[in-house]
């Protein structure tokens, strides 16, 4: 299962992070995978790149994580309420291969 969690600060969200692998089919045949990676690369992509947002961004061990470092400033805390949208939608298809948890800090 994936498990994304995105954390809010002052109601915008400034870190998430996604982890796991989503168990809907193999390696390579994974459609879920394929979905959440996609996204989340564009994501990471169209904050630094687009926007020139300063974040944190790691990848590694299955797990990517994005931390904005000024989320009240700028476009990033939209870009990635955007990503939890659309995380949201593919949950509604996959509930089973997907977990996403929000909480404030």
């Known amino acids: 299962m994936i498990k994304a969690v995105f954390q809010k600060q002052n109601g915008r969200i400034c870190h998430c992070s996604i982890k796991g692998h989503a168990g809907y089919a193999e390696n390579g045949q994974d459609v879920v995978c394929a ?19 300063q974040a944190d961004i790691s990848a ?5 994580i994005i931390c904005l470092k000024q989320p009240q400033a ?15 939608c593919i949950s509604e298809e996959y509930p089973d291969n997907i977990k ?3 909480s404030e800090v």
Request: net charge negative; glycine share 8%; charged share 10%.
């Open 60 to 64: 590694e061990n299955n797990k990517i």
């Open 100 to 102: 996403i948890q929000i």
């Open 35 to 53: 979905a959440v990676s996609s996204a989340v690369q564009f994501t990471a992509n169209l904050i630094t790149e687009c926007f020139h947002e």
């Open 74 to 88: 700028g476009n990033g805390a939209v870009v990635l309420d955007g990503l939890l949208i659309h995380l949201q």
